[in-house]
Every structure is written in structure tokens, then in C-alpha cells.
């Protein structure tokens, strides 16, 4: 009898690459001209990173610089969720950005109901925030992939444990 070949679907960003983009971030603020004496910043507190900047104005090159650096180091930003700019202590203001791990029970299931709809011989079981899809043939298991990274799905997935 043929082994079962499996992948997971899995929403989680390198927290390495995450964590290395924003001290090039904090570096390029400290370097940049337009932000000499401005007590603008960049930190991560647990799964969050917070940004602060005097005016709004400011904050957005902030928020842009980190989105750039997310950029060069192939993090998709659908990893990240902006909340919105409020008002800080000493006239600042902050922004918070969530950092999005796991696939949400909905997605799941719409990811899941995509794999099925597409006729091949496959299972897809939701285990937790991940997605398993085992299958016999890896040519249907490579289908699947493609058809999930064809559908553009809001949230950023990586498909990992190929075997």
C-alpha cells in the first residue's frame, strides 16, 4: 500500500526575519536626516511592535520605513495588522502593530472548502490554527498549492512539512 504524503498550510512570518527588519528599521531612524533629534521609534513588545513619533506626519514615515525593511526581507505584510494612530504621552503619537500568527477558524474553513472543491484525492483536516492535507499522489498535493496560492487569500500562508 502507497504512503500518504502530507504539507501543512500554516500563517506564521519568521519571527527572526521579523525581529531583524525592525532593528534595520530602528538603525535607518537613527541614521536618517529627517529624523535627527526626533524622538520617533521602533520596539516589539511580545507580538506587537509599537511605533511613536511626534506628529502623525512623522509616524507614517516610520510605519513606511518598517514596511519597506518587511519588504526587502520577503515578510508579506498581511502578517501585520496597522491599528489606528492615537495620541501618546508628551504630544506623541503611537501606532500598534499586531503581528497575525496561526490561521484564523474561519479561513480554515474556507481554505478548507477550497480543497475540496477542487476535486483532487485529497484530506484536509484543520489541527489548531494550521491545516494538514495529506494525499497519495504528490502531483495532487502540488495542485493544491497552486490553487490555494491562486485564490489570493487575505491572510499570508506558507506551506511547510512537505513529505
Keep these: 500500500m502507497p504512503q500518504d504524503h502530507s504539507f501543512d498550510i500554516v500563517s506564521k512570518p519568521n519571527m527572526q526575519e521579523v525581529d531583524n527588519a525592525i532593528q534595520m528599521a530602528a538603525k535607518e531612524l537613527a541614521n536618517r536626516f529627517d529624523f535627527k533629534g526626533s524622538i520617533s521609534k521602533i520596539e516589539k513588545v511580545e507580538e506587537k511592535i509599537k511605533l511613536v513619533s511626534e506628529d502623525e506626519f512623522k509616524l507614517k514615515n516610520v510605519s513606511t520605513i518598517l514596511q519597506d525593511k518587511f519588504a526587502k526581507r520577503q515578510i508579506p505584510i498581511k502578517f501585520f495588522e496597522f491599528g489606528k494612530v492615537e495620541e501618546a504621552l508628551g504630544g506623541t503619537v503611537k501606532q500598534d502593530v499586531t503581528i497575525k500568527q496561526g490561521i484564523p477558524q474561519d479561513k480554515a474553513k474556507e481554505i478548507t472548502k477550497l480543497i475540496k472543491a477542487s476535486g483532487l484525492k485529497v484530506q484536509a483536516q484543520i489541527q489548531g490554527d494550521e491545516i494538514r492535507v495529506s494525499g497519495k499522489k504528490l502531483d495532487d498535493l502540488q495542485a493544491v498549492i497552486q490553487k ?10 506558507s506551506f511547510v512539512n512537505y513529505r
Design 148 to 157: 490555494i496560492k491562486a485564490a489570493n487569500l487575505t491572510i499570508a500562508l
